[in-house]
């Protein structure tokens, strides 16, 4: 397939903004960029054109789709009811990174929803994105623009890597600015639960709505190193090339065991993600890389897959990161961590 790139810095660059919407109405896959990271964008509706998405990811079918919006009204159709909680996180969190779970109405396809009776939708804040999709004005469904396993793409060359030749457009919009996914808040049940942490956070959730927002029992398993099982949350993730480590605890007991570990085996190609705070507290490694400042995690969440794909660009075999506290961002940072390491942590140090 031929991939057109289309730059866009503006909305006012209205001709381009259609044509990506035209393509998505004519069924055709069209990479966009949104708040969180780069999504790959099909006809939510159209059958053949949701199959593109599984085909040019690679993606397992049973892990569902978000459908991506632009309007309030397009939920309606799309949900048998909006909770009365549902219309307080639209009104507060949207357009924003926050995903909702409700049931799901007639018309939402069986391949969106990996054949659960719920379904997922987010409007995005990113004005490109937002153009886009009230340009072509239907639900969109649009996972990261990544193969399956693959960091997400929080910057075009991420996405030119993965997707040249297996979709039709790719709209170029620099780099994304939360850099991690959407928070999936189910609202089905009495009270809300966060499936997935992601940009917007349960502290910010929980003074907004002002009701206490419960955790999703396999994120819990999650925190704590162990394999999660809610959907799609099972699958290999954000898994760089090298074989990656956590460590967690005091900086200084982790930079001293990452120290001694990388003078234990000098042969292997090795990588350090270390914080502004911690850059000098390492040696030995043949790439250290600064994911951001411990002062301000929303760098860190937004370097984040850069710094996995950058190991991979420089053929590192091994890679040691730091890890954060679950606390605010902290815990949608350290989930992405935990599962690009597979698991593999060392706590408590
Ligand atoms: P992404 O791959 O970032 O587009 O996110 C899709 C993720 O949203 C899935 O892997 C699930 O974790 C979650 N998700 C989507 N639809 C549902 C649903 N109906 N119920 C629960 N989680 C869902
Ligand atoms: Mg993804």
Redesign the pocket.
């Given at each position: 397939m031929k991939t057109k790139v289309i730059e866009i810095h503006s909305i006012e660059e209205i001709d381009k903004i259609k044509e990506a919407a035209e393509g998505l109405k004519a069924g055709e896959l069209v990479v966009f960029p949104t708040e969180t990271v780069y999504g790959l964008g099909a006809n939510g509706l159209d059958e053949d054109a949701i199959a593109g998405i599984f085909e040019a990811k690679g993606r397992p079918k049973d892990?569902?789709?978000?459908l991506h919006i632009a309007d309030q009204e397009q939920v309606l159709d799309l949900v048998k009811i909006i909770p009365p909680i549902g219309q307080d996180c639209m009104d507060m969190f949207w357009p924003g990174p926050l995903?909702l779970?409700m049931e799901r109405s007639k018309i939402v396809p069986d391949s969106i929803?990996g054949g659960?009776e719920?379904?997922?939708i987010r409007m995005p804040s990113h004005s490109i994105a937002h153009a886009i999709l009230k340009e072509a004005y239907i639900p969109v469904a649009a996972?990261?623009a990544n193969t399956s396993g693959r960091p997400s793409p929080t910057r075009v060359e991420h996405v030119l890597e993965d997707m040249m030749g297996k979709v039709s457009i790719i709209v170029d919009g620099g780099i994304t600015d939360v850099g991690i996914?959407s928070t999936?808040l189910?609202i089905t049940g009495e009270k809300p639960v966060i499936?997935?942490p992601g940009g917007i956070t349960k502290e910010d959730l929980e003074e907004l709505l002002g009701i206490e927002v419960d955790t999703d029992q396999a994120t819990i398993a999650a925190e704590e190193g162990l394999v999660p099982r809610?959907?799609?949350?099972k699958y290999k993730h954000y898994a760089p090339k090298a074989e990656a480590t956590l460590f967690a605890g005091n900086l200084t007991n982790v930079a001293k065991e990452v120290n001694h570990r990388i003078a234990k085996n000098p042969s292997k190609k090795t990588a350090v993600l270390a914080t502004t705070e911690t850059m000098d507290m390492y040696q030995g490694m043949d790439l250290l890389i600064n994911m951001g400042s411990r002062e301000h995690l929303e760098e860190v969440a937004q370097n984040l897959f850069d710094c996995l794909r950058k190991c991979d660009e420089e053929g590192i075999e091994v890679i040691y990161v730091e890890g954060f506290e679950f606390q605010g961002l902290g815990v949608g940072i350290m989930n992405r961590l935990l599962k690009a390491c597979g698991g593999k942590v060392v706590l408590g140090l």
């Open positions: 892990n569902p789709l978000i995903t779970i929803t659960l719920t379904v997922a996972p990261s996914e999936v189910d499936l997935r809610s959907p799609g949350q």
